[in-house]
């Protein structure tokens, strides 16, 4: 009975989903040079080139994080873009058919806990 309670709390809350952008990111002036790594975003702007992959300083350890095309934001390390939501993930696991939504940051605490359950109980 706990696993229904834990399967319909893990699909009425949000899985860590990143607000998208409703615009571009403003580009930086180091990004004028020519990459590898630039490339045309969506064909939005015909003269902004953003790089596709951004060194980042996290607590001074250099962090690379990737752009989404479709949020049109750089996304956090370990946040990942699910083809299925459509929406960038923080800390995405999988797309869960039978929840109905991703499995992210939040949800997979709920995951866990269920998954503990059936282990003391079975």
């Known amino acids: 009975m706990q696993d229904f309670t834990f399967l319909f709390m893990t699909s009425g ?9 409703s615009q571009l990111p403003e580009s930086d002036e180091s990004c004028h040079t ?11 702007t015909p003269n902004l080139k953003l790089p596709r992959v ?27 873009h699910c083809s299925i939501c459509n929406n960038c993930v923080q800390k995405f696991d999988h797309h869960c ?10 949800s997979l605490i709920i995951i866990a806990m269920s998954a503990f359950f059936v282990y003391v109980y079975f």
Request: hydrophobic share 30%; aromatic share 8%.
């Open 54 to 80: 951004k060194d980042v300083m996290v607590n001074g350890h250099t962090v690379k994080v990737k752009f989404c095309d479709t949020c049109l934001l750089y996304r956090p390390p370990r946040a990942s």
């Open 13 to 21: 809350r949000d899985p860590g989903i990143i607000p998208r952008n």
């Open 97 to 106: 058919p039978w929840v109905g939504q991703c499995i992210g940051s939040v």
């Open 34 to 44: 020519n990459t590898q790594s630039m490339e045309w975003v969506n064909n939005k």
